[in-house]
């Protein structure tokens, strides 16, 4: 016991260093000057609008995630989605890559453990669909309208997010993919049967609310910019759209720190976006928004889940329709 600990401490250790290393990389031309400045330019109003779209986004978020529980035929009522999905955004922080969030709905039903992963799978599939044909939509804008280039990366980005979707998209529409005689084939594919399709009218909620979500998260990130004086409208939205499009290829710190910052200065710099005042670099006008909406987006939503979970023992009841 005390070396399976002594190995989850030092994971743990490892998990904050690269975090920490990363953060520090992707920022260390800030000036002390510039973060100082980045406290000055906080506004109420603006902050109230990024709060809206916040829990505007976070509502989305679980109107799909009753869709997909309900067509996994969990009995579910709307708490239950909200303590879930408050409780992932607290496992999704403390672990790299999010992937702590797979585990969110276990306490669902203690005997269909399973069919709860596979859950959360299927709603992370209707994600990164939406993440990416974002920004695989915000490229071909800024070829064919801004007339900017793309560089390699952004070419291997955009076959990558292609063969993505329409993997995403046949997984969800069509419902049966492996092997039927494999039983671990026949078991994903009995649970994708039962899936919330692309094309039935849960299937086109479920994605409506999707992109919903993640235009609210665009539009919360727009906002912060805009308080530091960062860029305007057009350019904004599309480096966004792209920096969102690439990070699920790039979430290996925890919280997506560093990450999301070092992505919205990378694609902002590109589009020649610079702020209204000399005293703030972009990069610091990044590092601001990113900051914000770790706040508000996850360590928040995370407290919370952790508190309605530790007050709460509900979501412990069986609470599924046997088959």
């Excluded at 989850?8 to 100082?36: C, D, R």
């Excluded at 049966?176 to 086109?204: C, E, I, Q, W």
Aim: proline share 2%; aromatic share 14%.
């Amino acid at each position: 016991m005390k070396k399976v600990t002594g190995n989850k401490t030092i994971s743990w250790l490892f998990k904050i260093v690269i975090t920490v290393a990363f953060v520090f990389i992707v920022n260390k031309s800030i000036t002390l000057g510039e973060l100082n400045v980045i406290t000055g330019y906080l506004s109420l109003q603006y902050i109230a609008f990024a709060v809206f779209f916040s829990f505007a986004g976070l509502f989305f978020q679980v109107k799909r995630w009753e869709i997909i529980l309900r067509y996994q035929k969990f009995t579910v009522k709307g708490h239950i989605a909200w303590k879930t999905i408050l409780w992932g955004n607290l496992l999704a922080f403390i672990t790299p890559g999010r992937i702590g969030e797979l585990f969110r709905g276990l306490k669902i039903a203690e005997d269909r453990k399973g069919d709860s992963l596979f859950a959360v799978i299927i709603d992370k599939l209707f994600i990164i669909i939406t993440v990416l044909l974002t920004g695989f939509l915000c490229v071909l804008f800024q070829l064919f309208f801004l007339r900017i280039g793309i560089t390699d990366q952004m070419k291997v980005f955009l076959v990558s997010a292609f063969i993505l979707c329409i993997i995403g998209f046949a997984l969800l529409s069509t419902g049966k993919v492996f092997d039927k005689n494999h039983a671990v084939s026949r078991y994903f594919n009995r649970v994708l049967t039962n899936l919330p399709r692309l094309f039935t009218p849960a299937g086109k909620k479920a994605l409506l609310y999707s992109f919903i979500a993640h235009f609210c998260l665009i539009a919360q990130t727009i906002t912060l910019l805009r308080m530091f004086g960062c860029g305007a409208l057009i350019k904004n939205s599309i480096a966004i759209g792209q920096a969102y499009g690439i990070m699920p290829f790039l979430s290996f710190t925890i919280g997506n720190m560093g990450v999301r910052e070092g992505s919205f200065h990378f694609f902002l710099s590109y589009l020649s976006v610079s702020c209204d005042t000399s005293m703030l670099s972009v990069k610091a006008a990044s590092l601001g928004t990113s900051i914000l909406i770790l706040l508000m987006n996850i360590i928040l939503p995370a407290f919370a889940g952790l508190l309605w979970y530790l007050s709460d023992t509900s979501i412990n009841k069986k609470t599924s329709e046997s088959r």
